[in-house]
């Protein structure tokens, strides 16, 4: 059984640049097949996807935020990070880490982690 | 505002029947696209409820379907329960500018 778990800073200040790392256990990002990535929830509203990678290095962002955002992967640790450069409060959210698979052509976002709340503030 | 657009809320009482739509366009179900949809309980992740359109994850009960047709694609939930309230989303492809990943804006289910 796959597992996921975000860690990171729960509170930054404007401007900052923080890093939110995943941790995958039961299963290994360098095998292939899938995609992993970062999907964000603004307090009480709805799924926003940030961007994934693959185990290559190989990157795709939301073009709403690529300007900003930069994924990278680590396959000796099994983790994957997110950095997200001049937070705002626009940017306080639950992040989510999870695994897409390309199963069926479209992907789809079948292992989730629990979710780490960023907040933005001074 | 979602590329992919739900009905903000649906009820139903214990026992019926409701369904969920997710209206896109010509570059995301129009163009083929699969869609997904997933399950938020409250205070928790996501949940993959339905895969390509119409699939069901192991351990997923059968009174959770899903379907497709044209620009839109709608999640059925028959023998309504308690526990299935939740914030459900849908999810596919868009080939514009809008970015590889979209997601409805979700809708809220209230069991009466």
């Known amino acids: 059984q796959v597992q996921l778990q975000e860690s990171g800073p729960g509170l930054v200040k404007p401007s900052q640049t923080p890093s939110l790392t995943c941790t995958v256990s039961?299963?290994?990002?360098?095998?292939?097949?899938?995609?992993w990535s970062w999907i964000r929830q603004h307090p009480g509203k709805g799924l926003e996807w940030i961007g994934y990678i693959y185990y290559s290095g190989s990157t795709y962002y939301n073009p709403s935020l690529k300007s900003r955002v930069t994924i990278s992967v680590d396959t000796s640790k099994n983790q994957f990070s997110l950095k997200l450069s001049s937070v705002t409060a626009a940017d306080t959210a639950v992040y989510y880490c999870?695994?897409?698979?390309?199963?069926?052509?479209?992907?789809?976002?079948?292992?989730w982690g629990q979710g780490t709340l960023v907040t933005v503030s001074s | 505002q979602s590329v992919l657009t739900q009905p903000p809320s649906v009820s139903g009482a214990p026992g019926q029947r409701v369904t969920i739509s997710c209206t896109g366009s010509?570059?995301?179900?129009?163009?083929?696209?699969?869609v997904h949809w997933y399950q938020q309980l409250p205070g928790t992740a996501p949940k993959l409820l339905i895969y390509?359109?119409?699939n069901r994850p192991s351990g997923v009960p059968d009174r959770f379907s899903g379907s497709k047709s044209g620009t839109s694609a709608s999640l059925a939930i028959t023998g309504l329960q308690a526990e299935d309230e939740a914030d459900y989303y849908c999810?596919?492809?868009?080939?514009?500018?809008?970015?590889?990943?979209?997601f409805g804006g979700g809708t809220k289910l209230t069991v009466l």
């Open positions: 999810q596919s492809y868009d080939s514009s500018l809008s970015g590889h990943v979209v």
């Open positions: 390509g359109n119409t």
């Open positions: 999870a695994r897409a698979s390309p199963a069926t052509g479209t992907m789809s976002f079948d292992y």
């Open positions: 010509s570059s995301n179900i129009g163009a083929g696209y699969d």
């Open positions: 039961g299963g290994s990002i360098r095998s292939g097949g899938y995609y």
